[in-house]
């Protein structure tokens, strides 16, 4: 094991935020295992977001380009938080430089990317580098608390997923141009957060065989250019001059899993849901619900007992479930927890693999950039059945 690690963020926006703060708690989630871990630099072009982010964090200092990242002798373990567009040239060049890389979904903005992204990370692994990307709600507690049912028998056979993520940040007009509202059919609400639900439909229903019925809509046809530098999914001063959206504001898809069928929606003009990721999952012997905005309970039903006394029960998440067992300052039921702490499992995971802890003493590993690559095809998969009037399309 390495005496330290020294961690970098290259992203300074909201999800750039979100795994600088992991990667400053991660060690002191469980018992101190991992080596030293040093937080040296927070990477993005705008100076401004990234020496107020390296502040608030607690990093040495600010980088300015990718390439001083991938340059520094000080820096073992990048997190790449940046638009999907960039991911490839990025992500490559820091594997080449000798870092082990954890990347943000989608793994990129075209599938042939994707795939050759995952063609470096299997030549860098067999150099010792590890490459993951990061897909966080696996890491959600009450996810994987539903998973464990589904897997362990209480829950039984899946046998209907519905799935929406319904969020809100470009349900305004004037909500300004971004790099999120460019690239092609399939790169807007679809890879945006459907990436995040096709990948809990299969954690927990198996793999999607086939897609069918896929519709992209763009609802808002043009936006503004901001007249200044605009974070995540911050609204700015916008000025006068409009571009054309390129992608998709709603999408919508049924899905032929390994063992059940079932339907996904998604949208980024849902007036009202900030941030609603939500499904249920109807089993043999029960079901199970799960809603981000009370992320420390599910609901769980079980086909037990007479009718007229049954129904869905709040379960409370606690100690006894995934994650939080000496995962929380106040190890106590009911103490509650939110998604932040999700990417703070997250890179514990990724650091304790680089660190080579077993993997029988660690988390969960961190899905892999085959993984990636499957979640793109997926979503390639949706694109193309939209594009031809919902034609049912096999992977």
Known sequence: MPESLGVAVIGAGMAGKAHAAAYRTASALYRPTLPEIRLVSIGDVNAEFGLAAARRFGYERHDASWQAIAEADDIDVVSVVIANSLHREVVEGLLAAGKHVLCEKPLSDTLADARAMADAARAAEARGNLARIGFTYRRSPGIAAIRELIQNGTLGRPLHFSGRYWTDYGCSPEAPMSWRY???????????????????????????????????????????????????????????????????DVAAFSAEFAQ????????????????????????????????????????????????????????????????????????????????????????????????????????????????????????????????????????
């Open 260 to 395: 059940c069928i079932g339907s996904i929606e998604v949208s980024r003009v849902a007036a009202g849901h900030a941030n609603s990721l939500m499904f249920e999952v109807f089993c043999e012997n029960g079901a199970a619900l799960f809603d981000q905005r009370r992320p420390a309970e599910i609901g769980l039903f079980l086909s037990e007992g007479p009718s007229a006394q049954n129904g869905y029960r709040q379960v409370i998440l606690g100690p006894d479930h995934p994650y939080l067992a000496g995962g929380l300052p106040m190890d106590a039921p009911s103490v509650g927890f939110g998604q932040n702490e999700a990417f703070a499992y997250q890179a514990r995971a990724f650091l304790e693999e680089v660190a080579g802890l077993p993997e029988a003493e660690s988390l969960p590993r961190c899905a892999t950039f085959d993984d990636g690559v499957r979640n793109m095809e997926v979503l390639a998969a949706v694109t193309e059945s939209a594009q031809n009037n919902g034609k049912k399309v096999s992977l």
């Open 182 to 248: 460019k690239g092609g059919p399939g790169s807007g609400a679809l890879a945006d957060v459907g990436s995040h639900m096709t990948y809990i439909g299969e954690f927990l229903c198996g793999d999607i065989q086939a897609v069918s019925g896929g519709q992209l809509s763009t609802a808002i046809a043009k936006r503004p250019l901001p007249l200044g530098a605009v974070m995540g999914h911050d609204h700015a001063a916008v000025s006068d001059t409009f571009e054309a959206v390129e992608n998709d």
